[in-house]
């Protein structure tokens, strides 16, 4: 059976007829290149494919002694390789907390397809959205839905107006959909049917994605280290996300809600 590898090089010398020389050597060694592109400045990455894993292996071993090109990565690919190669650049991640994924606006395609092959996968995924209002967020996650080919079904939401579903019906309880929260909507809501649809939700082996993470675990059971991905959604890399302007956007201040700071019934 086939099987794909990763591998990054930085070029040395760049020189005509480099990159020919690699894709001859491929050849001769029987090894498909899938796909190929910039990834960094100086850097190339190529996505390959062989029926044997020993031409892989002998491809590595003559690359590795180039002094045109410094071999930086070798690999099965992983789902950043794959989207780094598609796109041309890498997912920015944080240094510190490495499931904490960065864009900005003007990478939503980046973005999307990133969600979606997330979302092609089996099971259980918990994803957070960090970001201000108009950045993006739910539309991103929507169209990735469509490109994943599932259905999306919104337990909280302030997208048109704002949704609190207290029970779903039929097919939206297949975990082939992809359930949306508002974590601010969702965590002043007081509406106990609605906190109970969203313990059930947590519970299924589906995906689940969460706008404004950071608020929706306040006063609940659960905790960052609970989700699978954090995606921080930015109109500029320098962009800080707060807080205190969207729940005044939500109309739902601690004040405005009749004194509910204690989140009632939100005992996840």
């Known amino acids: 059976m086939a099987s794909e ?4 090089y930085e070029i040395q010398v760049n020189r005509p007829g480099l990159l020919g020389d690699i894709s001859s050597l491929l050849g001769m060694l029987r090894v498909n290149i899938v796909t190929i592109n910039g990834v960094d400045e100086g850097r190339r990455g190529m996505l390959i494919k062989a029926e044997k894993k020993e031409n892989i292996e002998r491809f590595e071993h003559i690359i590795s002694t180039m002094e045109t090109i410094h071999l930086t990565k070798f690999r099965e690919p992983k789902l950043r390789d794959r989207l780094a190669v598609r796109h041309g650049r890498y997912i920015q991640r944080d ?3 490495r499931k904490t994924f960065r864009f900005v606006r003007d990478e939503l395609g980046l973005l999307v397809d990133f969600m979606a092959e997330i979302f092609k996968q089996e099971g259980h995924k918990l994803i957070g959205i960090r970001g201000m209002p108009r950045v993006g967020k739910t539309e991103s996650v929507v169209a990735a839905s469509v490109c994943a080919n599932k259905k999306w079904i919104f337990l909280s939401s302030t997208m048109i107006k704002q949704t609190i579903r207290n029970q779903l019906a039929g097919d939206e309880f297949s975990d082939r959909n992809i359930f949306i929260l508002d974590g601010i909507v969702t965590r002043k809501s007081n509406d106990e049917k ?14 689940k994605v969460v706008e404004h993470p950071d608020m929706f675990i306040q006063h609940s059971e659960y905790s960052i280290e609970d989700f699978d991905y954090i995606i921080e959604l930015r109109h500029s890399p320098d962009e800080e996300i707060t807080y205190e302007m969207m729940e005044k956007n939500h109309g739902m201040s601690d004040k405005g809600m009749g004194g509910f700071g204690g989140f009632g ?3 996840f």
Do not use: K
């Open 5 to 8: 590898w990763f591998f990054e």
């Open 265 to 267: 019934g939100f005992n």
């Open 95 to 97: 240094a510190d907390d």
């Open 194 to 207: 609605h906190l109970q649809l969203v313990r059930e939700m947590m519970r299924m082996p589906t995906i």
